[in-house]
C-alpha cells in the first residue's frame, strides 16, 4: 500500500481554479499510476484523472476535459490536479490512490483501482459557490 495525502482543497467562486496536490507520505510514488478521485455530495466516488508513471495520455473524465490537467512532478513524490475554470458540479471531496492496473486503451490511459473503503485518505475538500 502506497500512502498518500491530498491536500489544496478550498472554497472558490465559479470560474476560478486551484491546484490540488497528492503527496507520497513516505519516499517516493515508485512507478505507480496515480489517479484523482472525486465524490460529490450524495453521490459515489469517481475517477475523473490519472497519470502513469511516465506521464504519457493520461486519463480524464468527460466532464473535466479541457479544464483539469494531471501532472507529476519531477521528483516523482507528487501528482497535481490543476483545476480551472470550476463550476458548481466539482464540488466535493477529492481523493487521490495508486493504480492497481493500467493499460493504454482507446488513446489515452486505463486505471483500475482495488482501493477498500478503509484504505482511502482524508481527501481534501472543494468548494464551488458563489
Known amino acids: 500500500q502506497l500512502p498518500l495525502a491530498e491536500s489544496g482543497g478550498d472554497l472558490v467562486q465559479p470560474g476560478g481554479s486551484l491546484r490540488l496536490s497528492c503527496a507520497a507520505s513516505?519516499?517516493?510514488?515508485?512507478?505507480?499510476?496515480i489517479g484523482w478521485f472525486r465524490q460529490a455530495p450524495g453521490k459515489d466516488r469517481e475517477q475523473i484523472s490519472c497519470?502513469?508513471?511516465?506521464?504519457?495520455?493520461?486519463y480524464y473524465h468527460e466532464s473535466v476535459k479541457g479544464r483539469f490537467t494531471i501532472s507529476r512532478d519531477t521528483t516523482n513524490t507528487a501528482v497535481y490536479l490543476e483545476m480551472t475554470n470550476l463550476k458548481f458540479e466539482d464540488t466535493g471531496v477529492y481523493y487521490c490512490?495508486?493504480?492497481?492496473?493500467?493499460?493504454?486503451?482507446?488513446?489515452?490511459?486505463?486505471?483500475?483501482?482495488?482501493?477498500?473503503?478503509?484504505?482511502w485518505g482524508q481527501g481534501t475538500q472543494v468548494t464551488v459557490s458563489s
Open positions: 490512490a495508486p493504480a492497481a492496473f493500467v493499460q493504454f486503451l482507446g488513446g489515452s490511459l486505463d486505471c483500475k483501482f482495488d482501493y477498500e473503503d478503509d484504505m
Open positions: 513516505r519516499s517516493t510514488l515508485g512507478s505507480y499510476a
Open positions: 497519470i502513469s508513471d511516465s506521464g504519457r495520455r493520461p
